[in-house]
């Protein structure tokens, strides 16, 4: 299966800043998709990033506070902009396996907004 | 009612007990099913990925799925404090493409004593 490193592993951050999170896959990937695990509630999917296009966002995410980059098939980045507590969370990338093999995640990113 | 219900636990059990993990779901489409094991401070991590009713076996885990009573188990086998971790259930009806459709249940917290 892929292998997705995922940097940083997590931050404090101060309110207002922004914090870029980065995802590289081992193998090429169409889509890579950025979730947020707030605690304890369900992972919930901010949007998919395909190479070559605008991210698609889900209902409640906007790309002016979460902007996404795909700049390649095995790199994306996600930024969280103009930090609020509220943004404390877990923030995952995950990639498609195929058919057959289900959805792979990267460790994760903690953050914490003070 | 929410799409997915998965109790949250925690559930606490000695070492070599048969664990039961269960979600129930609301939407008849879904046909494809996923149990993710997320330790703490990791990403999720792919257990088992099943495709519409029966069961699958993989060494100490056995997934289950119910399409008629729209219900999805995940039984553990002597089950080991290395299985300590959140167990989340995830489901969709179309595999591939976005993952927008892909529904997490909360994850259940599940201890095993030695």
């Known amino acids: 299966s892929a292998v997705i490193s995922q940097k940083p592993s997590r931050d404090i951050c101060q309110r207002g800043t922004s914090l870029t999170i980065q995802c590289q896959v081992d193998?090429?990937?169409?889509?890579m998709f950025w979730y947020r695990q707030q605690p304890g509630q369900s992972l919930t999917l901010i949007a998919t990033a395909n190479q070559g296009s605008e991210a698609t966002y889900e209902s409640g995410f906007v790309i002016d506070k979460f902007p996404i980059s795909r700049p390649n098939l095995t790199f994306s980045t996600l930024t969280v902009s103009n930090m609020s507590p509220e943004d404390s969370s877990i923030y995952l990338c995950s990639v498609d396996q195929g058919s057959g093999y289900g959805y792979t995640f990267g460790s994760g990113t903690r953050l914490t907004v003070v | 009612q929410k799409e997915v219900e998965q109790d949250p636990g925690p559930l606490s059990v000695p070492e070599g007990a048969i664990v039961s993990l269960n979600c129930t779901y609301s939407?008849?489409?879904?046909?494809?099913f996923m149990w993710y094991r997320q330790y703490s401070r990791k990403g999720p991590e792919l257990l088992m990925y099943t495709y519409s009713s029966g069961n699958k076996e993989d060494g100490r885990f056995t997934a289950q799925v119910d399409k008629s009573s729209k219900y999805i188990s995940l039984f553990i086998r002597d089950s080991q404090p290395s299985d300590s971790a959140t167990y989340l259930c995830?489901?969709?009806?179309?595999?591939?493409?976005?993952?927008?459709?892909?529904?997490f249940g909360k994850g259940t917290k599940l201890s095993v004593k030695p």
């Open positions: 939407n008849s489409a879904f046909q494809y």
């Open positions: 193998s090429q990937v169409t889509m």
């Open positions: 995830a489901m969709t009806a179309n595999y591939g493409g976005s993952q927008g459709n892909l529904i």
